[in-house]
């Protein structure tokens, strides 16, 4: 907060969030901005561009941020690696697990540097490896023997900012400075009998699992529970996740 204080001078910030997907980080920033979020600061005020490649989701952003009465979001249909916007026109760019699904992830991070003004600052929400992360683990070792595809198989690359040196680099190479990284260990708390793989596997694996039968999503759903019964304690799922936040400033 501090950092997007100075950076602002006392105007009104410009965000950008990319791949925001169903809204989030977009609407929690947009809600500290116009002062309604437990976390706002009085310093800070401004807009939020929402934006996703997927025109479908721009409109159920656009819809959501209507029916929620968020008046500073906007909702823009864009590729991050070709961001329709000028340069040096955002204060602060957020993308939450988006940047390694693009085509070619370091074209994205130099678009999100040009249009950054100087001393804007980027940050990007990254996974950290596969053997951190037993929910993706699980996954792709079900599907794997289920399906015959994997991460790997359907060309997925989840992983490829996981080493913290590398994905430093990448960063400096985009044209950023001031870069840190931080490795987070949360640990959900889910109950036993909810499927909540399903939504991410859903994401990631969509045209496959529509693909299968009904036998075969079922025997995936009790191999998913099995994979990750180890996780239960006290009747809830309490499976960790290991993701970067990966930061730097345009100078």
Same mark, same amino acid.
């Given at each position: 907060?501090?950092?997007?204080?100075?950076?602002?001078?006392?105007?009104?910030?410009?965000?950008?969030?990319?791949?925001?997907?169903?809204?989030?980080?977009? !609407?929690g920033?947009?809600?500290?901005?116009?002062? *309604?979020? &437990?976390?706002?600061?009085?310093?800070?005020?401004?807009?939020?561009?929402?934006?996703d490649?997927?025109?479908?989701?721009?409109?159920?952003?656009?819809?959501?941020?209507?029916?929620?009465?968020?008046?500073?979001?906007?909702?823009v249909?864009? &590729?991050?690696?070709?961001?329709?916007?000028?340069? #040096?026109?955002?204060?602060?760019?957020?993308?939450? !697990?988006?940047?390694?699904?693009?085509?070619?992830?370091?074209?994205?991070?130099?678009?999100?540097?040009?249009?950054?003004?100087?001393?804007?600052?980027?940050?990007?929400?990254?996974?950290?490896?596969?053997? *951190?992360?037993?929910?993706?683990?699980?996954?792709?070792?079900?599907?794997?023997?289920?399906?015959?595809?994997? =991460?790997?198989?359907?060309?997925?690359?989840? !992983?490829?900012?996981? *080493?913290?040196?590398?994905?430093?680099?990448?960063?400096?190479r985009?044209?950023? #400075?001031?870069?840190? @990284?931080?490795?987070?260990?949360?640990?959900?708390?889910?109950?036993?009998?909810?499927? =909540?793989w399903?939504?991410?596997?859903?994401?990631?694996?969509?045209?496959?699992?529509?693909?299968?039968?009904?036998?075969?999503?079922?025997?995936?759903?009790?191999?998913?529970?099995?994979?990750?019964?180890?996780?239960?304690? *006290?009747?809830?799922?309490?499976?960790? @996740?290991? =993701?970067?936040?990966?930061?730097?400033?345009?100078?």
């Amino acid at each position: 907060m501090p950092i997007l204080a100075r950076a602002a001078n006392g105007r009104g910030l410009t965000v950008l969030d990319l791949a925001s997907g169903v809204g989030e980080p977009a !609407f929690g920033i947009a809600r500290m901005l116009a002062g *309604d979020s &437990d976390d706002a600061d009085e310093a800070l005020h401004g807009h939020v561009i929402a934006s996703d490649i997927v025109p479908g989701m721009c409109a159920g952003l656009a819809e959501r941020a209507g029916a929620e009465g968020i008046g500073n979001l906007s909702v823009v249909a864009a &590729d991050m690696e070709k961001l329709p916007f000028g340069a #040096g026109t955002m204060d602060a760019i957020s993308c939450r !697990f988006g940047v390694m699904f693009c085509n070619d992830p370091d074209a994205a991070l130099r678009d999100a540097n040009r249009v950054l003004r100087t001393g804007g600052r980027a940050a990007f929400m990254l996974w950290a490896p596969l053997v *951190d992360n037993p929910l993706f683990a699980a996954m792709d070792g079900v599907l794997g023997n289920m399906l015959g595809t994997g =991460f790997a198989d359907a060309g997925l690359d989840l !992983f490829g900012f996981a *080493d913290p040196a590398s994905a430093t680099a990448r960063m400096a190479r985009a044209g950023f #400075g001031d870069i840190t @990284i931080t490795t987070h260990n949360p640990a959900g708390r889910i109950p036993e009998r909810a499927a =909540f793989w399903k939504p991410q596997m859903e994401m990631l694996f969509g045209p496959q699992l529509r693909a299968a039968t009904d036998a075969e999503r079922g025997a995936i759903d009790a191999a998913m529970f099995e994979a990750l019964r180890p996780y239960v304690a *006290d009747g809830h799922f309490q499976v960790p @996740i290991c =993701f970067h936040t990966l930061a730097g400033v345009k100078g």
